[in-house]
């Protein structure tokens, strides 16, 4: 650990990441996400709703969690649903 001024640092690494941008329409709502592809997380991507300002640490296997998606977007469970088939070919 390193310290700066106040700051303690757990960790201070920076990399070159791989970003997708996408916007679409489902059947009730649009969702506009930034899919931040990273080395860090064990392999996982960053998924950030740009409209909620609400993101997730998100694998394959959590997508299979009930209620990850809900809780972590707040949204329900047919807006989760259509997010989560979206995502299954994305991250």
Do not use: C
């Not at 640092?9 to 941008?21: G, I, S």
């Not at 990273?38 to 998924?47: A, D, E, L, Q, R």
């Amino acid at each position: 650990m390193s310290q700066h001024g106040d700051w303690t640092f757990l960790y201070d690494h920076a990399e070159e990441t791989k970003t997708r941008y996408v916007s679409f329409i489902g059947l009730e709502n649009r969702y506009d996400l930034a899919i931040i592809r990273t080395k860090n997380f064990y392999g996982k991507s960053i998924v950030l709703n740009i409209l909620t300002h609400r993101m997730a640490i998100l694998g394959q296997k959590d997508l299979d969690e009930p209620g990850y998606l809900e809780e972590a977007f707040n949204m329900s469970e047919a807006d989760a649903n259509e997010l989560r088939e979206f995502l299954y070919l994305s991250i």
